[in-house]
């Protein structure tokens, strides 16, 4: 059944289907999403579900399970995380987590923890460190980093919420916490918290709110700085 799913209605029907304002499809996020987590199969169908509904320069579900190095890297990083959280299995984990940073670009280190549904648009040069910890529903472009600022051995790296949006060539710096549906401009530089539905552009990042009934991806337009 799994597979069915993978493979049926791999065309996707763009004139009839038109998108969003944020280019997404409204059709192709027709599945709903099963509660409570799936398996690990399920898990890998749910994240191309989830890719499928953020790019909508993708003809095909074949296409972006074959032709998507952020899906890819994310894939692998399901694995080595379950390795890295077995005995002995560390190791092996880096050095699977190496060879898709070779092969995609993206660097996640196999002890990050990472959410459902998220997605790594392009992916090149995304780097995520050990102690991060990324939720639900996060959109990340490339060349975002989620660093550290410290040398110990304790938690050092951003823990972002749900529904997060970090634009391309974002760094977020140390154990900072970066509220629930959250956006983040093109090269800003995070090095405090940002709290629950906040807007945040610029270095270092100054933040704002979207105008009452203002669409919070709307809002990001009102700031060239999200997009440089």
């Known amino acids: 059944m799994s597979l069915l799913r993978l493979t049926r209605d791999l065309s996707i029907d763009r004139a009839a289907t038109p998108p ?6 409204t059709k192709v996020r027709a599945l709903p999403v099963p509660e409570p987590a799936p398996g690990r199969l399920g898990r890998f169908l749910e994240d191309l579900d989830a890719a499928i509904e953020r790019d909508p320069a993708v003809d095909s579900r074949l296409e972006m399970a074959l032709a998507s190095p952020g899906l890819h890297a994310i894939w692998v990083h399901r694995l080595t995380h379950w390795m890295w959280t077995r005995r002995g299995g560390r190791l092996l984990a880096r050095l699977l987590s190496q ?13 990050a923890q990472i959410g459902r549904r998220f997605f790594i648009d392009h992916g090149m040069g995304v780097v995520i460190g ?11 472009y490339h060349g975002v980093t989620l660093g550290g600022r410290s040398m110990e051995h304790v938690k050092r790296h951003p823990t972002i919420g749900n529904k997060v949006t970090i634009g391309a060539g974002a760094r977020i ?19 405090k918290d940002i709290p629950a539905g906040a807007v945040a552009t610029g270095v270092p990042a100054t933040i704002r709110f979207p105008n009452k009934g203002e669409d919070p991806y709307e809002a990001m ?3 060239p700085a999200l997009w440089i």
């Open 221 to 223: 337009f009102a700031d």
């Open 20 to 25: 969003d304002a944020r280019g997404r499809s």
């Open 173 to 191: 710096l140390g154990p900072v916490y970066i509220g629930d549906r959250v956006q983040i401009g093109a090269n800003s530089v995070v090095v």
């Open 130 to 140: 050990e102690t991060a910890e990324v939720g639900d529903d996060v959109l990340m």
């Open 99 to 111: 060879l898709a940073r070779a092969l995609t670009g993206v660097e996640i280190h196999p002890g």
